[in-house]
């Protein structure tokens, strides 16, 4: 990283772009106005948990969740280096931003989805004229024909970690949120984040975004202990961790939960989201469906914050991750989503 100051960086207009000098976007970014996003303290259930809690709440971005900072960075960058079509497999929100951000650039998109995928993110996907292609099975399978039609076309494959840049544009909520806890002089990181776990970006670009940060000088803070969650009906890298196992076996069997972001039974990085959470000194922790409900109805009434069940299951996961040793404050829960994308499930 080249030296740069952060008060430079204080004088731009605040939002991901602030700190393109950390993104991987030459020139003008395809943008649909991407953030600030709140960090809203959370002062009952900092009184409850006896720890500082902050909830960094990406539901207000564009197409409703965190997947848009990783579009506007991956989309922008690959149109940079030509793309004229673009390819991805997706769980559902991923497809529905980058859906956007291409109608936006101009260029091709084909998303493949499987068929369970939730019919409000296939209706995106389509009205943003994008092609939908379903399949049979799990985002797995998704993935498998993504890579034929990329290998076909020579349509650029944006699948989970299949090109460097969208964990490079999710790193920006990090940016941001530390940014937003930081006084005049420098950023601050917190003790602890706790996000949930598909395949994985959110927790890799957080660890990314604090080392960078540090780096620059930014802050003298410690890194924060990240930590993930994923539903009990899917979960292959906790598993993994509590067997202290360095990669995940594929999750078998009916994938249940009303988070479906987190419906990726075979992360096709589990051995790095695994390292990295280790490394942070953070834990993975399974929670049910019972308590992902019980957690976002807690959520909005006790601090009027209404997330996605993505969103959800990082408070659900703060009892087992207190029980686990002290929570390093403050705490960051992180909302990917806005419920609103949810509402048809949520109204069940
Ligand atoms: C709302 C939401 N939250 C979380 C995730 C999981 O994201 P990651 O792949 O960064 O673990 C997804 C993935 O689809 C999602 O849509």
């Keep these: 990283l080249a030296p740069l100051a952060l008060d430079e960086v204080r004088h731009r207009p605040p939002g991901m772009w602030r700190y393109r000098e950390l993104l991987p976007v030459r020139g003008e970014p395809v943008s649909l106005g991407e953030g600030p996003t709140p960090l809203l303290p959370a002062p009952r259930l900092s009184e409850r948990f006896g720890v500082e809690i902050l909830v960094k709440d990406d539901g207000p971005l564009p197409s409703g969740t965190f997947k848009a900072r990783g579009a506007a960075a991956g989309l922008s960058r690959a149109v940079e280096l030509g ?56 985002i797995a399978d998704a993935a498998a024909a993504a890579r034929s039609i990329a290998a076909e076309t020579g349509a650029f494959l944006a699948a989970t970690f299949a090109e460097p840049y969208r964990v490079e544009g999710k790193k920006s909520a990090w940016l941001e949120c530390f940014d937003q806890l930081g006084d005049g002089a420098s950023m601050r990181l917190p003790g602890t984040v706790v996000t949930s776990v598909g395949g994985g970006v959110a927790a890799v670009a957080c660890a990314k975004a604090a080392e960078e940060v540090r780096a620059l000088g930014w802050t003298g803070d410690p890194a924060p202990v990240v930590s993930g969650v994923q539903s009990d009906q899917c979960a292959p890298i906790v598993r993994a961790f509590e067997a202290g196992a360095a990669s995940a076996e594929p999750w078998e069997g009916e994938l249940g939960t009303i988070a479906a972001g987190l419906r990726v039974p075979a992360p096709s990085e589990a051995d790095l989201v695994l390292r990295v959470l280790e490394g942070s000194g953070g834990a993975m922790v399974a929670v049910s469906e019972e308590e992902i409900r019980t957690a976002l109805r807690d959520l909005a009434e006790t601090e009027g914050i209404l997330v996605c069940p993505e969103g959800a299951t990082t408070l659900a996961a703060l009892p087992r991750l207190a029980e686990r040793g002290e929570l390093r404050g403050p705490v960051v829960l992180y909302n990917t989503g806005a419920a609103g994308k949810y509402l048809g499930v949520l109204a069940r």
């Design 83 to 138: 793309a004229r079509s673009i390819v991805m497999p997706s769980a559902g929100n991923a497809g529905a931003a980058w859906s956007l951000y291409a109608a936006r650039a101009g260029v091709t998109m084909t998303v493949t989805m499987a068929r369970t995928a939730p019919e409000e993110n296939k209706a995106e996907v389509r009205l943003a004229g994008a092609e939908l292609v379903e399949v049979g099975g799990t």
